[in-house]
């Protein structure tokens, strides 16, 4: 007999409006969390304007596959660093979602990786089921991003 797996609480979908950006100019993806649930529960967001990068775990990819170099303040913010001598403190605020309600929020990925040469990279964002969710990880499905000359 098998389990059964319950659905995630919410759903990620990323966006842009600007799918192709020149070499050294900012990206910023809009992230829309979804409460898929047929109940209401609260979440956490940055409290300032284009932080996710504090709640979301952010893959990015070149054409082949490989992981794209992170920055140093994404080294800093992630506390990468063996011995990181900047710590950045965000605050935060608790949304309550309705079922089919959804929060948006913003992450400025130029900002984390090093998305300098020119070439197609595929984003995926990825956040923790809170343990009074239920338990797991709910990824996006996958966006890409052409940078140019």
């Given amino acids: 007999m098998f389990a059964q797996v319950a659905p995630p609480p919410f759903s990620l979908t990323l966006s842009s409006s600007e799918k192709v950006i020149k070499a050294g100019s900012e990206a910023r993806l809009e992230i829309v969390l979804k409460n898929t649930s047929n109940h209401e529960f609260s979440i956490t967001k ?4 284009d932080r996710a990068e504090s709640h979301y775990r952010i ?9 794209v170099p992170d920055t140093e303040y994404a080294h800093t913010v992630w506390n990468l660093n063996s011995k990181p001598t900047t710590q950045f403190v965000f605050s935060e605020v608790v949304h309550t979602l309705k079922p089919g309600e959804s929060l ?3 992450v400025v990925i130029t900002k984390l990786y090093e998305l300098s040469r020119p070439g ?4 995926r964002i990825s956040r923790e089921i809170s343990r009074e969710l239920g338990k797991g990880t709910v990824k996006s499905s996958p966006f890409t991003i052409t940078v140019t000359k």
């Fill in 104 to 106: 948006t929020d913003v």
């Fill in 59 to 67: 893959d990015v990819r070149d054409s082949k596959g490989r992981p």
């Fill in 46 to 49: 940055s409290n300032a304007e």
């Fill in 120 to 123: 197609k990279y595929t984003i």
